[in-house]
């Protein structure tokens, strides 16, 4: 950073990048913290998971790279709070992406099966089929979730995907990722004579629309044979 000619370039990207790891290690405590010591889905809701995100994913995955980009173009802070605004919410999109794939589709791309239940994870699918669930139901989950990964078998693992149908959290969860990339449509449309007009800014929106797109996997078919 040091070494750039520019001064303020150099001073605000040493800013921005300070501002990102906060957000980002922040997002990534809550997971860990979720994962080896709260352990109850009865704890949180769905907020705890959005805050998640909005750290881990969309700051660190989505727009703080570009941000960084942004003010090495030497582009205003009101061009960088437009690709925040819409980078939260493609970001939150990919991350609920990334977990319906972790449930459908994992073996595809090279991931280990369920591997965020076995880990513990909190994820939205896991936050509404709590919330969703019946009594009974409730307290298997909570048990479940109270296990060490290590302690954690394929048959806990086939009743969180038992509970997880009957809820019907998959279909839930796809519809909020298409309300945050809904969302993020309509703020590039609002941010239109914010953001430069030229090539690069029309590439920039086209590689954000395209982050639930990164695979060949059709999770709307998934998800019509899961049923």
């Known amino acids: 950073l040091l070494s750039l000619n520019d001064k303020d370039v150099a001073v605000r990207l040493k800013a921005k990048f300070d501002e990102i790891a906060g957000i980002t290690a922040y997002g990534q405590y809550l997971e860990l913290e979720f994962t080896h010591i709260i352990k109850d889905p009865s704890k949180v809701d769905e907020s705890y998971y959005y805050n998640i995100v909005k750290g881990k994913t969309a700051a660190y995955s989505l727009y703080g790279p570009i941000d960084f980009a942004a003010i090495i173009a030497r582009q205003n802070d009101e ?3 437009a690709i925040e605004d819409i980078g939260m919410h493609a970001g939150i999109a990919f ?3 990334d977990d319906l794939l972790d449930v459908l589709a994992s073996e595809r791309l090279g991931k280990e099966r369920f591997g965020d239940l076995y880990e513990g994870k909190y994820k939205m699918i896991i ?3 709590y919330d969703s669930a019946c009594k009974k139901d409730k307290a298997l989950i ?4 109270a296990k060490n990964r290590e302690e954690k078998n394929d048959s806990d693992i086939a009743e969180l995907l038992r509970i997880i149908k009957a809820t019907g959290s ?3 969860a ?3 990722r298409d309300d945050e990339m809904r969302s ?4 590039i449309g609002k941010y239109a004579g914010i953001l430069p007009s030229n090539e ?3 590439k920039l929106m086209q590689d954000i629309l395209g982050v639930i797109a990164r695979d060949p996997i059709d999770i709307t078919s998934l998800l019509r044979n899961y049923e």
């Open 142 to 145: 909570k048990r479940i979730y």
């Open 95 to 97: 991350q609920i992406h």
């Open 184 to 187: 993020a449509i309509a703020l």
């Open 170 to 172: 998959l279909q839930y």
């Open 174 to 176: 796809l519809g909020k």
């Open 200 to 202: 690069y800014s029309i």
């Open 79 to 81: 061009v960088i709070r």
């Open 127 to 129: 936050a509404h089929d």
